[in-house]
């Protein structure tokens, strides 16, 4: 059903060349190009007194939302399950001063669900023009429900289990290290996380039904066992630092699996696979394989120090926060976030720059 636009309104359509898009997406249709991964942003500079965006949601779960950030604040705004599919057009703003306003669309949830972005509807008489920002450098992020910004607005929770009954209204990417490091280094940004994934299929918690893991995902734009998968063109985006935050989630379902000889051959075989493959793509690019500070054992931060010392590649370095595997039992909240990214940002700055 086409979006039916207001009177004195007009529509600035997806493919306008002043859009600037950052994240892995999904061009297929530069009409609609889909966002599936979180932190994936749409930017522009608008003019006059209201905002209002098209499109088209498609839930895989129940509570789903988006955010947009006009000059510099953020609302967001959550989706009604019944509405999935569809084209709507949601009002953001009223009553702004007849202005250049700066806008960021950013996806604030990981495979929750899918956005297609249709354009944005603004006064007639108002102009868009391509924002200003320019970035000093690439960042990707390979990694699990920590590094998509889940729970991170339960800031109340710090150091503490999750909330009950959460089911993601406390998730926002905004809020994730990944963002918020990107924003320290002027950097732009790629976060391909998920949350309950694991490195191999058929451990974690990502789908539960089908168990998928990281090594059949982090190749993809478009991921969900529960719709069309797309490869992903390593071609559109060649990074300057690659963080892979894998390991959480791998104990489900056998914690002590990773503790014999063979086991841990297999699954630090099939790290170094991928990590090989990212290093082939990006033969430049500076890699920090990591565990956060989501409570953990020990024994996978010491399989990712083996592995980087089995790689022995200078490009390859293996971080240590200063509270890995022990800062919290729930998962990182806005401020031990900040805590990461805060910790990150010295490192690569002081050893990787």
């Not at 924002?131 to 429900?145: A, F, H, I, Q, T």
């Amino acid at each position: 059903m086409a979006i039916t636009i207001p009177e004195n309104k007009k529509l600035i359509p997806a493919d306008d060349k002043r859009f600037q898009y950052m994240g892995r997406i999904d061009f297929d249709d530069p009409k609609r190009p889909v966002l599936v991964w979180p932190a994936t942003s749409v930017d522009i500079v608008f003019s006059g007194t209201s905002l209002s965006i098209a499109l088209n949601n498609m839930n895989f779960q129940d509570v789903t939302h988006f955010a947009v950030i006009v000059d510099g604040v953020m609302k967001k705004i959550f989706f009604d399950k019944d509405e999935s599919r569809t084209d709507r057009l949601y009002p953001v703003a009223e009553g702004l001063e007849d202005k250049p306003h700066t806008l960021r669309i950013l996806k604030t949830l990981a495979c929750h669900n899918y956005l297609t972005f249709i354009g944005i509807v603004i006064d007639e008489s108002a102009e868009v023009s391509l924002p200003e920002r320019k970035y000093d450098c690439k960042l990707e992020v390979y990694g699990d429900s920590v590094s998509a910004g889940e729970v991170t607005e339960a800031i109340y929770y710090e150091g503490q289990c999750d909330p009950d009954g959460h089911c993601n209204r406390y998730d926002n990417s905004a809020f994730s290290y990944p963002y918020k490091l990107a924003k320290k280094l002027n950097a732009e940004l790629h976060d391909i996380a998920q949350g309950g994934i694991a490195l191999l299929d058929g451990t974690g918690y990502f789908c539960s039904d089908c168990l998928t893991g990281m090594v059949n995902c982090y190749d993809k734009i478009q991921y969900s066992p529960y719709a069309d998968r797309k490869q992903w063109d390593f071609a559109r985006y060649t990074p300057d630092f690659v963080i892979i935050a894998i390991g959480q989630n791998d104990a489900n379902p056998e914690p002590e699996r990773i503790k014999t000889p063979e086991y841990r051959r297999m699954w630090k075989d099939e790290y170094i696979k991928m990590l090989r493959s990212l290093m082939e793509k990006y033969p430049a690019a500076k890699f920090v394989l990591i565990l956060t500070i989501l409570g953990h054992d020990k024994t996978w931060d010491d399989a990712l120090e083996e592995i980087t010392q089995e790689v022995n590649d200078p490009r390859v370095s293996h971080f240590l926060f200063r509270r890995t595997g022990c800062g919290t039992n729930g998962h990182p909240r806005a401020t031990e976030q900040e805590e990461m990214a805060e910790e990150l940002y010295c490192y690569i700055k002081q050893n990787l720059s």
